[in-house]
């Protein structure tokens, strides 16, 4: 509502019709602090393991690598391998990735062992059978509780 006698005490105040002139900037930009050097060694670390919070490379690589061991053996070991590389070429350790290494080897040295004992295993008792068919081609022999016929190895 407006004063119908005009008073100036009840008029608002007038905008300005154009802003006020921007603020001056100044030609070239602030001059920054130069970086703060290099830290050293953190007291207390362990030398070739990089700075406390920082990422290992291939670590969790070597993670990995290690859980896979224990199933397919020749994968964790690639994987044990590309995970120890990276982790040296940034100068840290990584003993997931070395128990991964040890682990999927000497699993697949037992798998090797076991492999070789069931088929030299498999191979005599094939061999037995093949003795006792070719001196009683008619005959009935058993193998683990199994029964078979020496004309079903013709």
Known sequence: MTDPTGSPENTPPV?????????????????????????????????????????????????????????????????????????????????PAVWAIIVSSVLMVIGIIVGIILIVSFAGALQQAIEYCAQTPDGVYQINGVTQ????LR
């Open 15 to 95: 905008p300005p019709a154009y802003p006020a002139a921007p603020p001056a900037y100044p030609t070239a930009p602030p001059a920054y602090e130069a970086a703060p050097p290099a830290a050293g060694p953190v007291p207390g670390q362990v030398p070739g393991q990089p700075t406390p919070g920082a990422p290992v490379p291939g670590k969790t690589l070597g993670i990995v690598a290690l859980i896979v061991a224990f199933f397919a053996q020749l994968i964790g070991l690639i994987l044990g391998i590309v995970a120890l590389v990276q982790s040296r070429k940034a100068g840290a350790r990584n003993l």
């Open 149 to 152: 016929y020496c004309s079903s």
